[in-house]
């Protein structure tokens, strides 16, 4: 009758000095945009149609680009005149681009991108964005991952998906030290996972003899108070996924990269190794940062997109033939766009409409949406969004998770067919 008075010592002094760890749930977000009606020239919502149709083995790898990547010098619009007289001092030449056609040519560091683009397999959303767009990163990132533009919204997009659907401590992982907010609920959120490809960098640093004592610690006891309950469930969780997710490290190498791939490589190098070894992981979280180019945006820029292009095209090899490889899609976001005129300083400020790209064997490639003009900008003389970014997410939702979009954004958005 000992182990639960010790048991509740114990988490009781956990409690005391980590319970904000534990919270269910981010912190609220600070945000002042008012909501909005879906906005977009795409087709009607086909309430039930996806969801019947998605497959139970797809994967989502939701992957954001921090710092507002410049979409006009990623997806060019070179036949437009007003790209080269806006741009002279950053503009890429026509003869270096990889040609996409329709007037438009990927960034000449994307090989990868245009292999997927000839094979049917990357789509390019353009014109992405949301009404009384902010220019600030944080809160502009915020009203991003929370699905929401009121700024009454603490939860991201999906993690409320994970309120309405979690069943495993397995089912969404976010790689790096924190959960990713767009996969924190109010009630359930991501498991984090180190960004190291060695398998006993995802396991407690302690002995076997620690491990076993404390997993007799985390076994369930009804007596315990609702509290205690909760911490001792977020423990046997954690071990249960860091068992899992060391197994799978172990049975399964990561990725080879032929250039240097930075960080990015190594999160990735982890999404392959868990969807190779089978893990019923339905989504990932990775991310890749840099892309605030005030200044020198031509090689910095070169250098992200590289290591984005051989990251992604190394992760996609690495996948192909397995269970799960087949059904993985990865979407690819930042908070915003740059403005059309470069600066002085051979950069772009920050902008607003941008592109989504969404890649992988289940997607519909081509372009959707329609591209902001580059000379009829709004009042602050930024791009003009066509395509409300809760249209992108509602067509994850159904053609990728299977789930309805509307309980999870709160109002219905046209959903966009490229998966």
């Known amino acids: 009758m000992a182990r639960p008075i ?35 020239t795409t087709r009607p919502a086909t309430a039930g149609a996806a969801v ?12 954001t680009l921090y710092g507002g990547n410049d979409g006009l010098n990623t997806v060019v619009p070179y036949e437009d005149p007003a790209y080269n007289d806006n741009r002279g001092n950053i503009a890429i030449a026509p003869n270096k681009l990889l040609t996409l056609g329709s007037g438009y040519g990927l960034n000449p560091a994307m090989p990868g991108f245009k292999s997927a683009w000839d094979a049917g397999q990357l789509a390019i959303v353009q014109g992405v964005g949301y009404p009384e767009p902010n220019l600030s990163h944080f809160q502009s990132m915020d009203i991003w991952q929370s699905g929401s533009t009121s700024g009454d919204e603490a939860s991201g997009w999906l993690g409320r998906w994970l309120d309405r659907t979690g069943h495993s401590p397995l089912q969404a992982c976010s790689i790096g030290p924190t959960v990713l907010p767009a996969m924190a609920g109010n009630r359930r959120k991501a498991a984090a996972l180190q960004d190291s490809t ?11 003899h620690f491990l076993s004592v404390y997993r007799e610690l985390e076994l369930p ?13 977020s423990g046997a969780s954690m071990l249960e996924v860091s068992k899992t997710v060391s197994r799978a ?6 990725p080879v990269y032929p250039i240097d791939v930075g960080d990015l490589g190594t999160q990735l190098g982890i999404v ?22 005030h200044a020198g945006e031509v090689e910095i820029q070169t250098a992200n997109l590289r290591q984005l292009d051989g990251a992604l095209s190394a992760f996609f090899s690495s996948i192909a033939g397995s269970a799960r490889g087949a059904g993985t899609v990865v979407a690819i976001y930042s908070e ?29 490639g081509g372009f959707y949406g329609e591209p902001s003009s580059l000379t009829k900008l709004d009042e602050n003389g930024n791009l003009i969004y066509s395509v409300d970014y809760r249209s ?21 958005y046209p959903t966009l067919g490229f998966v």
Not at 15 to 21: M, R
Not at 198 to 204: A, C, F, I, K
Not at 279 to 292: E, H, L, N, R
Not at 337 to 364: E, F, L
């Open 249 to 254: 490290m172990t049975e399964e190498h990561p």
């Open 272 to 293: 392959s190794q868990l969807i190779r070894a089978n893990v019923p992981t339905q989504v990932f979280g990775v991310s890749q940062g840099g892309y605030d180019t």
């Open 221 to 233: 006891i009804s007596s315990d108070p609702p509290l205690v309950r909760g911490v001792a469930g």
């Open 6 to 40: 010790e048991r509740r010592q114990f988490l009781a002094g956990a409690l005391s000095v980590g319970a904000v760890g534990l919270v269910k749930g981010p912190l609220p977000l600070a945000r002042t945009r008012p909501r909005a009606v879906p906005h977009g």
């Open 198 to 208: 060695y398998p006993g960098s995802q396991l407690p640093d302690a002995d076997a």
């Open 52 to 63: 019947a149709k998605a497959a139970a083995t797809r994967t989502l790898v939701l992957l």
């Open 392 to 412: 992108v997410y509602a067509t994850l939702l159904e053609g990728v998770l299977g789930a309805e979009p509307k309980p999870v954004l709160g109002h219905t």
């Open 336 to 364: 915003f766009g740059r403005r059309v005129d470069s600066n002085a300083s051979g950069g772009s400020d920050h902008g607003t409409a941008n592109n989504v790209y969404v890649i992988g064997p289940p997607v519909k």
